[in-house]
T-cell receptor
Framework: DAKTTQPTSMDCAEGRAANLPCNHSTISGNEYVYWYRQIHSQGPQYIIH???NNETNEMASLIITEDRKSSTLILPHATLRDTAVYYCFSITNTGNQFYFGTGTSLTVIP | EPEVTQTPSHQVTQMGQEVILRCVPI?????FYWYRQILGQKVEFLVSFYNNEISEKSEIFDDQFSVERPDGSNFTLKIRSTKLEDSAMYFCASSEKRQPQHFGDGTRLSIL
């Protein structure tokens, strides 16, 4: 599975959009981009995934660049409860395990 | 919304004792996983389980660890003889296909 890199930390004002970037420059054609988050003391929570098209669900939007070498997770109206560590992964549909890095620690500021 | 449930939320065990951590995956899921997170460190993959057998395991998952699906609803992780360094949060996850995995809120294991 391709390696991903993310900024260590970010701040976002409450009510504003949080844009979390992820680089996956070595992603292969059959690897999906997945986003999870971990709120303190809880289990990782699935957010969204995509292959090459942009995706949106009730939690977030995922924008994948045309060359698929990077993506951005967008939380459209961040709330204090969105403060968490956000993890980006690239993995095939037959992959068994997520390799958790350090992720991006997002702090939503009142 | 269905969720993965783990019991107990906190387990305290004497070093050298056996411990069993329990998980109830989401009911129609076929793939099951255990991860652990030592305090302040990354989440680490331990093992994946499908069709009543281990499909992949990490170097952490040595002979002291075993997994079982004893009935149609539970998925367990057993640590045979616990060590101090086994103290961690243990997360169970399940998935209908391999992805996406849905995680429980974990069991905090404290070894004394």
């Amino acid at each position: 599975d391709a390696k991903t890199t993310q900024p260590t930390s970010m701040d976002c004002a409450e009510g504003r959009a949080a844009n979390l970037p992820c680089n996956h420059s070595t992603i292969s054609g059959n690897e999906y981009v997945y986003w999870y988050r971990q709120i303190h003391s809880q289990g990782p929570q699935y957010i969204i995934h995509g292959l090459k098209n942009n995706e949106t669900n009730e939690m977030a939007s995922l924008i994948i660049t045309e060359d698929r070498k990077s993506s951005t997770l967008i939380l459209p109206h961040a709330t204090l409860r969105d403060t968490a560590v956000y993890y980006c992964f690239s993995i095939t549909n037959t992959g068994n395990q997520f390799y958790f890095g350090t992720g991006t620690s997002l702090t939503v500021i009142p | 919304e269905p969720e993965v449930t783990q019991t107990p939320s906190h387990q305290v065990t004497q070093m050298g004792q056996e411990v069993i951590l329990r998980c109830v995956p989401i009911s129609n899921h076929l793939y099951f996983y255990w991860y652990r997170q030592i305090l302040g460190q990354k989440v680490e993959f331990l093992v994946s389980f499908y069709n009543n057998e281990i499909s992949e395991k990490s170097e952490i998952f040595d002979d002291q660890f075993s997994v079982e699906r004893p009935d149609g609803s539970n998925f367990t992780l057993k640590i045979r003889s616990t060590k101090l360094e086994d103290s961690a949060m243990y997360f169970c996850a399940s998935s209908e296909k391999r992805q996406p995995q849905h995680f429980g809120d974990g069991t905090r294991l404290s070894i004394l």
